[in-house]
């Protein structure tokens, strides 16, 4: 019954790493964004996307990129892991005027 | 600018003493409000929205246009209330929401 799936539940790189984190969903949905949530912080928005290789910069995109090379599948990428990136990776797919239905999140721990 | 307020972090409340989660907004139009819940060890997911009107769990939720709110409401808290509740007011269209800092509420047996 997963419909949206996040490659990883934990996830512990070093600094300076490339990390990929990976969103698949099979509802078919235009949309999908990556958040990340902190304790005191809610969630923030990093990046959307509203269709196939389309992106958005959302509130704080500054250290990460994504990529959508097919509908189904979109990818954050941190270019270079630091420190204040540990967090839990929150991904989201949605139609046009549906509610989220999230992934089950990342945790990433940069050390 | 737009912006969404929850006000208490945490929220504590006797089992079946009614429950009430603040969330206010910030905007000039009418944005599509929805409410979400994290139990824990679970994923977020959708709780209710405002636009249809459901009682979702016993919770309710009312707009109030006039002090830009969207308060959650649940007349008798049950122990498998205890969450973290998110409100998320759609400012942007196209679907993308602004979540609040969230409220965590804890029910006491």
């Known amino acids: 019954d997963v419909k949206v799936t996040q490659s990883s539940r934990y996830l512990v790189k070093r600094t300076g790493e490339k990390v990929f984190l990976e969103c698949v969903q099979d509802?078919?949905?235009?949309?999908m964004f990556w958040y990340r949530q902190d304790p005191g912080l809610g969630l923030r928005l990093i990046y959307f996307s509203y269709d196939v290789k389309m992106k958005e910069k959302g509130d704080i995109p500054e250290g990460y990129s994504v990529s959508r090379e097919k509908k189904e599948r979109f990818s954050l990428i941190l270019e270079s892991a630091s420190t204040n990136q540990t967090s839990m990776y929150l991904c989201?797919?949605?139609?046009?005027?549906?509610?989220?239905?999230f992934g089950s999140g990342t945790r990433l721990t940069v050390v | 600018a737009q912006r969404v307020t929850q006000p208490e972090k945490l929220l504590s409340v006797f089992k079946g003493a009614p429950v009430e989660l603040k969330c206010n907004y910030s905007y000039s139009g009418s944005p599509e409000l929805f409410w979400y819940v994290q139990y824990s060890r679970q994923r977020l997911q959708l709780l209710l929205r405002?636009?249809s009107r459901e009682s979702i769990k016993g919770f309710t939720a009312d707009l109030n246009k006039g002090e830009t709110s969207f308060h959650l409401k649940k007349p008798f808290a049950q122990e498998e209330d205890s969450a973290m509740y998110y409100c998320?007011?759609?400012?942007?269209?196209?679907?993308?929401?602004?979540f609040g800092k969230g409220n965590q509420v804890v029910v006491i047996p």
């Open positions: 998320a007011p759609n400012f942007y269209g196209n679907n993308r929401l602004a």
């Open positions: 509802m078919d949905h235009e949309n």
């Open positions: 405002h636009i």
């Open positions: 989201a797919s949605s139609s046009p005027s549906g509610g989220y239905t």
